[in-house]
């Protein structure tokens, strides 16, 4: 025999429930239908917010990637090994929290680390714990791959300079700036990307 749910008295329940809660959250719950007057206003003025970034456009994102936004030398972007300074301790590879890193053995038999960049979080702890500064860092953040096996990379791809497929090479820069009137505008540095 299948249960009997009395949804009248559910929602009557539920109505008691509301009009029992404190006067500010019964505020909260209140829904009201505006009517016609400040209904009709408020469209207008949607309206009219509409038409004016049309006539006078205003952009709030820059034209990537012609134009990226310049950022700051501590920026954690794509790194690649230095395969003569590395003196293949594995402490890059111990300390990986999101096992992206794995040694390999380069042609003369000794430990190299390679990177799996669908791994990569970019904490960069390997980069810090690396006792020899065997890691080349840039800022390129926005590299693409066709395939995710591309991105699981051999000795001779890791020691590739990253620069030199940097996406928006060449893009100007653009610098975050507060306006008073229009909040944060990009304003160009003059300086073109040149993927460090
Ligand atoms: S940056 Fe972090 S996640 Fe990426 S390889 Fe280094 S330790 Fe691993
Ligand atoms: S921590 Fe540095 S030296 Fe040690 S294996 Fe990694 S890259 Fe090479």
Redesign the pocket.
Known sequence: MGVEVDFEKISEEISTSIENLAPEKKRFYKVTTPSLGPSVVRNIEAITTGLKYVIKPMRITIDYPRQVLEQPPWYRGMFR??EN?????????IICPSDA?R?VLNPEKK???VINWGRCIFCYY?VD???????DTTTIHDMAFDKYEDMLTNLEEFTKDPREKDPSKGAMRMRIKFDEKRGFVYEPTGKKNGGG
């Open positions: 090994l230095l300074v590395c003196i293949g301790c594995s402490l890059c590879d890193i040694m430990k190299r680390p390997c714990i690396c006792p020899v500064e065997a890691f």
